[in-house]
């Protein structure tokens, strides 16, 4: 909860700021699920706040792609999980072009 909330507070931008809010649904369930869950949502949450970092607007999209594909089931949660690592890792090296190629692909 606390991160959650330090990451809707970190948003500078206000689109940013809800779809960080709206990540809490992803947060569910129980035992391993409720774990599965949270890992990707620590993941995203972090991806979010070093994208915003680059580009805003960048990781409203790329958090709004993420939370869909979450959504969609165990299949999405897997796409989620290896796309946000994936674009985490390019911010990480400064290749915020190749993070977007990847959103956007």
């Known amino acids: 909860m606390e991160r959650w909330l330090a990451g809707v507070a970190a948003a500078r931008d206000e689109a940013l700021a809800c779809e960080i809010a709206g990540l809490a649904q992803l947060v569910k369930g129980y035992g391993d699920v409720r774990r599965r869950l949270l890992a990707i949502f620590d993941l995203i949450l972090a991806m979010a706040l070093r994208a915003a970092d680059a ?13 869909a594909l979450v959504l969609e089931g165990p299949d999405g949660e897997a796409r989620a999980e ?14 915020l072009a190749g993070a977007r190629a990847l959103v956007t692909a």
């Open 82 to 95: 290896t796309l946000a690592a994936a674009v985490r890792d390019r911010l990480a090296a400064d290749d």
């Open 55 to 67: 580009d805003a607007a960048f990781a409203t999209a790329a958090v709004a792609r993420l939370r």
